[in-house]
């Protein structure tokens, strides 16, 4: 499959090669990783009639970088991710939202490290719902092996989990997840969320625990060091992830994909 990041093949460019359209989401900037490889615009790697560039993240062993706020290499992390810059969700909002994610049939599995596929992250905070491969369950201390979950977390910490996509299900086809959010620090907020249009998760409770929220996707490894360890060796495989029709809006309606034609 050819890459059309530096270069925009003519049909691609009917739909505009240098921007993606999120609906209104805001501005979006890389996080943590600067590689060529780590982010780019594709062709679709599934469907040939459509026009419009896929985004193709990709993140190899040693991808971790730092700033003024964090360090990835000191905290066992490596990633390649998108975070949100403007329109940032506030207490009282109430959002949907939609992304599709594509796991290629060579898709590895790193367990027991985490890898996160989508994060509603919190300024100033940790993260409080993670879109996983593999879920950790508190009480157990158990890792379950693939798959994608949500995980609820509190004070950084998990507190449910919901299985999304079981992993013998997950590779080689586009999967579309919706989520309608009420954000509150308050115990009036939802998080609902569809998987291909069917309704997975139906929460009630506190979805905010400081004052705004913001989403991050791409790929984000935690804990890379569990997977040296596991399987004695010293480097970690490639991950490959594509995403498409990333949108968010007042209603439902406005995140589908013809919409943002």
């Known amino acids: 499959m050819k890459n059309f990041s530096g270069a925009c093949l003519t049909l691609i460019m009917l739909a505009g090669c240098s921007s993606v359209d999120r609906g209104d989401f805001g501005s979006f900037q890389r996080s943590l990783n600067d590689k060529s490889y780590g982010y780019t615009l594709v062709a679709d790697p599934l469907d040939p009639n459509n026009l419009k560039p896929v985004e193709r993240f990709e993140v190899r062993s040693g991808d971790c970088s730092r700033d003024k706020d964090w360090d990835d290499c000191h905290y066992d992390r490596e990633r390649s991710e998108l975070s949100q810059k403007t329109r940032r969700a506030s207490h009282g909002d109430e959002i949907w939202y939609a992304w599709e994610v594509y796991f ?20 100033k905070a940790p993260p409080i719902f993670m879109f996983q ?19 609820y977390q509190v004070g950084g910490e998990t507190d449910t989990m919901w299985e999304l996509l079981k992993e013998e299900d997950l590779r080689g086809k586009w999967h579309r997840i919706e989520v309608h959010a009420k954000w509150s620090r308050d115990y009036d907020g939802i998080f609902y969320v569809w998987v291909n249009n069917e309704l997975k998760v139906k929460f009630h ?31 970690v495989p490639t991950q490959v992830v594509y995403y498409r029709n990333v949108a968010a809006g007042d ?6 994909p013809e919409i943002l034609q």
């Open 205 to 235: 409770g506190r979805t905010l625990e400081k004052n705004r929220a913001y989403f991050k996707y791409g790929v984000y490894r935690t804990f890379v060091s569990r997977h040296l360890r596991y399987h004695k060796t010293d480097t």
């Open 104 to 123: 290629p049939e060579d898709y590895s599995n790193i367990y027991p490290t985490k890898t996160a596929l989508g994060q509603f992250h919190q300024e």
């Open 133 to 151: 491969n593999q879920a950790y369950h508190k009480f157990t201390e158990q890792i379950t092996k693939g798959g994608y979950h949500l995980d």
């Open 251 to 256: 209603s439902r309606a406005e995140i589908q």
